[in-house]
Nanobody, 125 residues
Framework: VQLQASGGGSVQAGGSLRVSCTGVGRALSSYAVAWLRQAPGEGRDFVAAISWDGGSTYYADSVKGRFSISRDGANNAVHLKMNSLKPEDTATYYC???????????????????WGRGTQVTVSS
């Protein structure tokens, strides 16, 4: 499968955005999918992840209660809805997938075998 990330943009603090990760070539439901982000000069960190069946999710502490990850089977996509955005959420957001379990994936980024290109999210104060 190939991954296509979309939906980034610019928003003021407190606003909302949704980024989407669409699978091409194979059903995304076969994979655990994660969103990660990287701000300039920083490392790449997990933001959220969802199991292959959508039954389990993971969120970084910094986004709990504000972000929501979900599967969209009809469009072979995984969405990340971001509410109450803060300037510190500004980053390039990447989606990635793995055929391993969610619990394995979130232990280490090395378990993510398939990566999409990033989409930029900019939050202004």
């Amino acid at each position: 499968v190939q991954l296509q990330a979309s939906g980034g943009g610019s928003v003021q603090a407190g606003g909302s955005l949704r980024v989407s990760c669409t699978g091409v070539g194979r059903a995304l439901s076969s994979y655990a999918v994660a969103w990660l982000r990287q701000a300039p000069g920083e490392g790449r960190d997990f933001v959220a992840a969802i199991s292959w069946d959508g039954g389990s999710t993971y969120y970084a502490d910094s986004v709990k209660g504000r972000f929501s990850i979900s599967r969209d089977g009809a469009n072979n996509a995984v969405h990340l809805k971001m509410n109450s955005l803060k300037p510190e959420d500004t980053a390039t957001y990447y989606c990635a997938a793995s055929d391993r379990s969610l619990s394995t994936v979130i232990r280490d980024q090395k378990h993510l075998e398939i990566w999409g290109r990033g989409t930029q999210v900019t939050v202004s104060s």
